[in-house]
């Protein structure tokens, strides 16, 4: 168990064995071994990643304006939404651009930014209306080059200036089949504490996308203007300052990179000798599947491939294993995914520390004791 | 100027300076400054893989058989492909999966396999009609799963068995606009040495997908089983023997991997001391954008942005250079691209070694000296 700031009136129905990183906003990993247990994250073990607290609204009082470069803009109800349009279940992995932020830590310091370790990442079964159908019904312009924008209630006070909560994804994404406004997650109401009553869940882009409570969707000929998407949750050169940078600059986070992690046993564990078998996460680019796992007990001279559990959806992670039966000492293991295409990760987060510590996905390293 | 063989009768056009491998097949590549000269390569300078002897086929005798998983099977003669379908011209760069092989062949030998260093890769603008139309006019079946295989007479004496060429791409990517049938490369016929009358060319893949001469599509329910999709061009774990591999192992090659060159000055160039600009190119996986360019002096220790040449497609390479003094000595310049997710390159190519050499999209290197 990791340090971590407890509240029990504010953990929001999270398991007892959660790492609170912050209580408000409420920001909070699940440790390892229970992220490893199923290709679907239980609700209270989900990772909740925040910048305002929570909004209050009864479904009954929710409602969704549509608006911008579109022909008929729209308000729908949360009746109107949930019994106008098809319902649709997609299983995603949600996981946060600062997982495996820590790894960055310990290259140089990122002042002010949650050290989140391994379990800033989830997948749920998400269900909901599809927002192509939403921005169809809405007669949605079709241009190259428009973005859609997500806009919420909940207030940033880390924002420059404070506002609250806006993201946009790219038309062509929006308007893909696996983009949802959902209202469910694993099979019930989606809890205030992820976004309810209604969320967006973008499949296969960092999660700051996947807007919570959304409430309003505008359709631009440029990416929103909102603190989180002009300035934060940018990949910045390492010699650029966060706090003086211009509107703009960096690479912008959208798909997620190809990435894994080992996540059980865990960075510390000390194990019996014996066989043992390791369990982790691997992931590709959007859309892209997982083509093979490579996990290396001699800090990569060597590899051994893992066994691929098949995910129940091309926006899920695939889970692997592999058994190995390891004498007492200290135990390094790696891993490294490779995607479909034959591309693999960087192999140290020392080449790609950036200013806010945003998309780690070097080689996974963990270092344990075997008694 | 490389070693290579030469061999004045059998350069099919190409310029003085091309490195040829072998003469039959015809296998050449440009040095890199021809490369670095611009976005598009000129004919003569435009890298060439072939497994076989060149088929000799004169437009009037082309003919072009779609079947398979299709309503109404078609035989287009070049008229009708010309004259029937709506034209349309791409800027595509197409890159071999050796390209970069001479960096693997200095980690560990890959015995029978061309040493390619710099220059398997170019960029042309070609003109046809849409594979997807032609698909189309046939009736093609839409079902998830589904490949598009391409024929092609030129004999690969090195398959096992002896077979003439063939591969194939997913019915997904097929349909896309960017895939075409082209009859023209840099606004004149397609050259006989480039697969004229007619060949295959899909952006963003690896070149091997590109078929030459094709004359034969057949939409199936799963990949061509010709040797070159089902045995060669995949990426096989460093231990694995090629001679043994079974059919289907290992991870076939499709979507470029991010990937950049350093073109100018290269390996072992003399440069005098003072102002210099260095170029290159970057290349994004299939249909993304490159978000930055980072060249460094200090062996990646510390690293400078290069200016990036907007490419005139986004099927095409994006040039970069950045201007730099140097002072004499050894130089050793690394270059690394981003692409507009955040992603970037494996930092070296040892942990990217593989049996077939295939790949490698490691951070740039070259070494030359300051006088």
Not at 55 to 81: K, Y
Not at 168 to 183: F, G, N, Q, T
Request: aromatic share 8%; proline share 8%; hydrophobic share 40%.
């Amino acid at each position: 168990m990791k340090s971590g700031i407890k509240s029990l009136n504010t953990r929001w129905g999270k398991r007892d064995d959660m790492i609170v990183r912050t209580t408000a906003p409420f920001n909070s990993e699940p440790v390892p071994s229970v992220l490893a247990a199923g290709e679907i994250t239980p609700v209270d073990a989900f990772y909740a990643r925040n910048h305002g607290l929570f909004p209050d609204i009864p479904a009954a009082q929710w409602q969704l304006t549509v608006r911008g470069m579109v022909d008929t803009p729209l308000t729908l109800t949360f009746d109107q939404l949930s019994s106008g349009f098809d319902h649709h279940t997609v299983v995603a992995t949600l996981a946060c651009a600062g997982n495996r932020r820590a790894e960055l830590l310990r290259v140089r310091p990122i002042p002010g930014k949650e050290p989140w370790e391994h379990g800033a990442i989830s997948t749920a079964e998400w269900c909901g209306a599809r927002l192509a159908d939403v921005l169809s019904a809405a007669g949605v312009h079709h241009r190259d080059g428009l973005h859609v924008e997500f806009l919420a209630p909940d207030v940033a006070e880390e924002a420059r200036p404070v506002q609250s909560y806006g993201s946009s994804i790219p038309l062509d994404k929006a308007m893909s089949a696996e983009v949802l406004l959902a209202w469910q997650m694993n099979g019930k109401p989606l809890p205030r504490a992820h976004g309810g009553p209604v969320r967006v869940v973008v499949p296969g882009y960092v999660g700051t996308r996947s807007v919570k409570w959304v409430t309003t969707v505008v359709v631009r000929d440029s990416p929103s203007r909102n603190y989180f998407q002009a300035l934060d949750y940018r990949i910045l050169p390492p010699e650029a300052d966060p706090e003086t940078v211009a509107e703009g600059e960096g690479i912008s986070l959208s798909a997620l990179p190809l990435n894994c992690d080992i996540l059980a046993p865990t960075d510390g564990d000390h194990i019996p000798a014996g066989a043992h078998t390791i369990r982790g996460w691997a992931m590709a680019g959007d859309g892209l599947g997982i083509g093979r796992v490579d996990v290396s007990f001699d800090g990569g001279h060597t590899w051994r491939q893992a066994e691929l559990h098949p995910p129940s959806s091309k926006w899920a992670w695939t889970l692997w294993s592999v058994t190995v039966d390891v004498a007492p000492g200290p135990l390094s293991i790696t891993a490294r995914a490779w995607d479909d295409t034959g591309m693999t990760q960087p192999e140290s987060p020392a080449s790609l520390w950036n200013p806010r510590g945003y998309g780690n996905n070097a080689y996974a390293r963990v270092q344990l004791h075997v008694k």
